[in-house]
């Protein structure tokens, strides 16, 4: 049994690390990139932290808040990253703009609108929607009692009967589960 499961962990971690020409040429590129650009590579990596976490802290297969604190959080890095390439692209200055605490202000604080953005879009959107459910909840409300005013009880009665309907029929559900 041990012997099986080894052997799934093996073949797992070679489907993993398995790349195809294409991919093997981006990222050698994406390396040699990385070095012909040193500073900005750590300018960046430092700046993205924030994406990383969000990346690999999200549950969801779609992994959009990554995406979301991702954008915001590049948006903030590169204001860094353009004043890195203005002034002077050198080793020194880019290890200046890393020490200086405003730059890690401008480009976490983007990070964190984008988690606010994550967070707080869905909460608002589902308190807009109760909203606009009660709203229409009551103007069902408020019509029922017309028609009731103009048509009389009997429509009332139906409703009460309908109600006593689904109490008998949803306590005789729970009868034969129990």
């Known amino acids: 049994m041990a012997k099986k499961a080894k052997k799934a962990r093996r073949k797992q971690s070679k489907k993993l690390f398995k790349m195809t020409p294409s991919q093997l040429l981006l990222a050698l590129s994406f390396a040699a990139a990385g070095l012909a650009f040193y ?10 932290l924030p994406t ?14 990554g995406i979301t604190v ?21 080793y020194q200055h880019a290890l200046a ?15 964190a ?21 009660e709203k229409r909840l009551k103007v ?4 029922r009692a017309d028609l009731i005013k103009e048509w ?8 009460v009967e309908r ?5 008998a029929e949803a306590q005789a559900r729970a009868e034969r589960e129990q």
Request: aromatic share 12%.
């Open 39 to 48: 500073p900005t590579t750590m300018v960046v990596i430092c700046g993205m």
């Open 52 to 65: 990383l976490v969000a990346y690999f802290t999200d549950d969801s297969e779609s992994k959009l808040g």
């Open 70 to 90: 991702g954008a915001l959080n590049a948006s903030g890095t590169l204001m860094v990253v353009m004043n890195l390439f203005i002034k002077d692209h050198s």
């Open 97 to 111: 703009l890393i020490s200086d605490p405003f730059n890690w202000l401008i480009m976490y604080s983007t990070a």
């Open 113 to 133: 609108f984008g988690w606010a953005i994550w967070l707080g879009v869905p909460k608002f959107y589902a308190y807009l929607s109760v909203v606009a459910a």
């Open 140 to 143: 069902l409300r408020q019509t």
């Open 152 to 159: 009389g009880a009997e429509l009332n009665r139906i409703e």
């Open 163 to 167: 109600r006593e309907a689904r109490e």
